[in-house]
């Protein structure tokens, strides 16, 4: 469908000719009964009412002050960040909600697609300003949303804050060093690391974190038993199933976030070893599923909603015209401790 | 905040006295360099076309042509629905984007919530049409929407078909066939049962045509093996421990959703039963979390995705003025085999 379809829409639905008296009498009764229903009001007998409503919707009837559409905030997701955009959206929503601004959702599936991009497409939408959630954005992407002069926040759960754009993250660094901390504290010594992607700032920050904590303990990191990959279930199935087929496999694995651990859950169950009595596993970012699996899951927890909602903060202040108090907000993580992680063997 | 603060901000938009030139000369550059910055071209130096951007958002500069904002199509849900949602809105999104539609998304925490409901908000906000994803729906939230005339689909991934809204569901009976034939097929006949709540049409219809196979079979459905409870990880736990604690515990446990059917898997794991090997468990809907879990689940799949474009088209025609096709359409579902089902032992 084309620009000139969606022009259609909107003129569609200031066909405002069509009157509560025309509504009334097409349905045989009185100018107050359509108004009542209109209005949401008691004192219609249901038939009525379904009879009135469905003329309503037939001709497309819309109340006279049904001409300004909402203004909007536009959230961007690339895929890999699926499982963690739910949580988002609901720290972006009530803040939103609170000025009256609709909360829009775009997931961007082909970064490489044909024709406009989705950016130009989002762009035409004429948010008051958009919120992009990345583990990776082109400076393609970054100089159009710039240029648009359509305020902009990133927020990076994976961790990549962008120069110049202001930005939300969360304390990577600190949250590898305490996971490293908490297996220590529980007497491991040979830990594997499972890591997210090596472009990935924020997920080197974790790995660092981790390495950092473990040097500090005298325990150096040993090189053999580190990987690192997508932020993926698949990655952590198959790299969790390389460190655990090892003759010296670890007593602990730390992952680079959930979906990882899960694919360590799952690597570990095919290997025939017990969660935590044969191995602890640790994620990173506490999403829903760490509380759905067998055991439970230790995990370092992203405040996601919380990401969210100062996001969407900074950029009404933006979006108002005024200055931001810093251009970049690191929101704390916190260790959750569940039932992964033991000491060993 | 208010109403009048987010006029302010609309208006706050319109502050196109701020030219081109202006912020040339704030810039120190020529127009055609802000031009260049301002459509994205190449050709400006970095540290220039940073200097340009922070000047454009400094002073709030709109190009002249965003004054229109988008049109919006509203996906509501409520908190429960909240796993399913990314997948639905998945599905909504390409067919908006098409139209150049802003899908916003809103979630309803406290539908009791005192001063302007949710609906009035939603409605204030002038949405194009509004998708309901709802598993219960009070007759005054149905009123108000129905009687603002906007276009109104109701999603029903737990099946509670709305009277007078075109709505879009699944086909809950034969998927409630689909999962007790294949459980039958493996031989068992000692068949527990965990269905959604009682209020919802939907979770009646999969526990009623699971009735009805095991009937049409000549294995009546135990109803000590039966248990009913909300759509949630925490009442498949609870009443799932119920049914495996009993001296006659079913071989297998068919359950309303998947996220039931993880809280099944919690409770084997806690009394020490192994799925497949000591209990059957099969759920509903296909959630990703379904791919996580040890085993990996087999499912009855709802096309959520698929759901949420086929509502997304109907409200399209609803808001073009246009007559639907027909008034309630159900997907079908499907049977997904992985490995929490075997022959029992």
């Known amino acids: 469908m084309t620009g ?12 405002g000719e069509l009157t509560v008296g025309t509504i009334a009498r097409l349905a045989g009764v009185s100018k107050p009964t359509v108004s009542k229903v209109l209005n949401g009001r008691a004192g219609v007998a249901s038939e009525t009412r379904q009879r009135v409503e469905a003329l309503l919707r037939e001709h497309g009837y819309r109340r006279p002050d049904a001409i300004a559409p909402a203004a909007v905030l536009e959230v961007v997701f690339y895929g890999l960040e699926r499982h963690m955009a739910v949580e988002i959206m609901r720290g972006v929503e009530p803040v939103a909600r609170e000025r009256e601004l609709a909360v829009a959702f775009t997931e961007v599936v082909e970064p490489t697609s044909p024709g406009r991009s989705w950016a130009e497409k989002l762009l035409s939408r004429h948010p008051i300003g958009v919120i992009a959630v990345y583990s990776a954005f082109t400076p393609e992407q970054h100089a159009l949303l710039a240029a648009s002069a359509i305020p902009l926040v990133a927020l990076d759960p994976s961790g990549e804050p962008l120069h110049a754009v202001p930005s939300v993250g969360a304390t990577n660094w600190s949250g590898g060093i305490t996971a490293a901390r908490h297996l220590l504290d529980l007497g ?51 790299l969790g199933r390389e460190l655990l087929t090892r003759p010296d496999r670890p007593t602990a694995v730390l992952c680079g976030n959930d979906l990882q651990a899960l694919g360590v859950y799952t690597a570990a169950w095919r290997l025939g070893l017990r969660i935590p009595e044969d191995l602890s596993v640790i994620g990173f970012d506490d999403i829903e599923a760490t509380r759905w699996c067998c055991p439970p899951m230790t995990t370092v927890r992203q405040p996601l909603a919380e990401m969210g909602a100062t996001a969407a ?15 970049r907000v690191e929101l704390a993580t916190t260790l959750v401790v569940r039932e992964s992680t033991a000491p060993p063997a």
Chains 1, 2 share one sequence.
Do not use: K, N, Y
């Not at 900074?314 to 931001?324: D, I, Y």
């Open 313 to 327: 903060r900074m950029l009404l202040t933006l979006a108002a015209g005024g200055p931001l108090a810093q251009p």
């Open 188 to 238: 491991h010594r040979r830990i594997g690391v499972i890591g997210g992607p090596t472009r990935s700032l924020g997920a080197r920050a974790r790995l660092e974190g981790c390495r950092a904590a473990l040097d500090a303990a005298g325990t150096a990191l040993d090189d053999r038993l580190v990987r690192t990959g997508e932020f993926t279930f698949e990655q952590g199935l198959a």
């Open 4 to 15: 000139s379809t969606a022009d259609g829409q909107r003129r569609g639905r200031r066909r």
